[in-house]
């Protein structure tokens, strides 16, 4: 890894134990349960130090901002709907 980069570790206890086990032994079991990390963290490395942080699941958030964009009218489609070929001449409804 060249000077600069970031390399970025997804560890789950489940599917990657060992190096879970590593996190733990490493960091100390009290410490990231003080910090609230729970048991999915991010390893994240950069120049001068690692960075351990909580793990967040895919689309966190993303109702709540659908409903705050509701909420204030913003919600709307960019464009207008077009139907294509395949929708004029092939779709059929069941």
């Not at 600069?4 to 996190?23: E, I, S």
């Not at 942080?53 to 207008?80: F, N, Q, S, T």
Request: proline share 4%.
């Amino acid at each position: 890894m060249a000077h600069g980069d970031v390399m970025q570790a997804a560890v789950n206890p489940q599917l990657l134990g060992a190096r879970y086990a590593f996190c733990k032994a490493i960091c100390g079991w009290a410490l990231l349960e003080q910090a609230g990390l729970g048991e999915d963290v991010v390893l994240r490395a950069t120049p001068g130090r690692i960075v351990i942080e909580a793990a967040r699941a895919p689309r966190a958030g993303w109702a709540d901002a659908a409903k705050a964009m509701h909420a204030a009218g913003d919600d709307a489609l960019v464009d207008a709907p077009t139907s294509t070929r395949f929708d004029r001449e092939e779709w059929e409804w069941r």
